[in-house]
């Protein structure tokens, strides 16, 4: 037996419209599931971003609390050709490139902040190979 992916992962912030306008509007991941104040669900890939109001998900009742003080961190990949395209577009669209990072050999990635500062990243293929 052998758990094979990481099927969820969460992210906690306040503002969830801004939270929409740039997930799904700025990155161009679906939503699945939403209610107002508390959470929005988005599809990446085969993955699920839940995002919460850490200030309503840290009260629960039904089920275990949970939430996070401080910038939290996920990096999302795409194709070695899409990698550029992605700093321009965000760059174009307002969000500041607040670091870029040599790997090795030809490998780059590139790191910024969501309306909630948490530290996103995009990064190409094969990165941990």
Known sequence: MKIEAIKEVCLYMNDLEATRAFYSNLLGFSIISEVANR???FRVGEAVLLCFNPDVTKNEAVLPPHYAIGPQHIAFQVSQGEYEY???KLQKNGVKIIH?????EEKYSFYFHDPARNVLEI??????E
């Open 100 to 104: 870029e990072q040599h790997w090795k």
């Open 39 to 41: 959470h929005i669900f």
């Open 123 to 128: 990064i190409p293929p094969n990165i941990w």
């Open 86 to 88: 992605w700093k321009e």
